[in-house]
């Protein structure tokens, strides 16, 4: 009987096997402590919480991460917003959105900071209608209702889009 064949026997192709399997394991550790600390920066931070509140549902800490960058980028004026937001909706004034809704007059900085990350988590997308960027597609809690139910459109506004913008032709495909 050969060594390669005895039960015991470690082959080379078990050996990388193995080898691939720490190392993944070992770059999956090194990853997630910090995914877990931005998370939890992001969650004292007060965007979590708030984010909870005006959606009113548990939200995504990874998604919450690249919302809250897109937010700052896209509004220089959002990390004043974002205070004035917490500042009012502090633990326990309001039982939920609607007297929030209420309290705030449409057109206020409180109204439309709320609306910006509103439009964020159920849109996947942030930004104005000239410079849009997309966060999330399918993760996008418009789609929430409807999932398990319908499928996720895999289409959308592009170099094929139908959609006619800035009186260009609806069709914006290739020329024939």
């Known amino acids: 009987m050969s060594v390669n064949n005895h039960p015991s026997a470690i082959s080379r192709r078990r050996l ?62 959002f ?6 937001l917490q500042q009012d909706i502090r633990p ?6 609607d007297p929030f809704l209420q309290h705030n007059p449409v057109g206020s900085d409180l109204r439309q900071a709320a609306a910006q990350i509103i439009s964020a988590w159920y849109t996947g997308v ?3 209608n ?5 966060i999330a ?5 418009m789609y929430l209702p409807a999932r398990g139910i319908l499928v996720v459109p ?16 609806a069709y914006q495909g290739p020329a024939v």
């Open 16 to 77: 990388l096997q193995g080898m691939g399997i720490l190392s993944v394991a070992g770059l999956c550790g090194s990853l997630f402590p910090a995914v877990r600390a931005a998370a939890a920066e992001l969650h004292d931070s007060g965007f979590i919480p708030l984010s909870e509140f005006l959606v009113n549902r548990r939200v995504n800490p990874l998604l919450a991460a690249r919302y809250y960058d897109a937010l700052h980028r896209h509004d220089d004026q």
């Open 79 to 84: 990390p004043r917003k974002l205070a004035l």
């Open 92 to 97: 326990g004034k309001y039982r939920n959105i």
């Open 126 to 128: 942030v930004g104005s």
């Open 130 to 134: 000239d410079k849009p960027e997309l």
């Open 137 to 141: 597609y399918a993760e996008a809690m």
């Open 154 to 169: 895999t289409y959308g506004s592009g170099p094929l889009s139908w959609a006619a913008v800035d009186n260009k032709p």
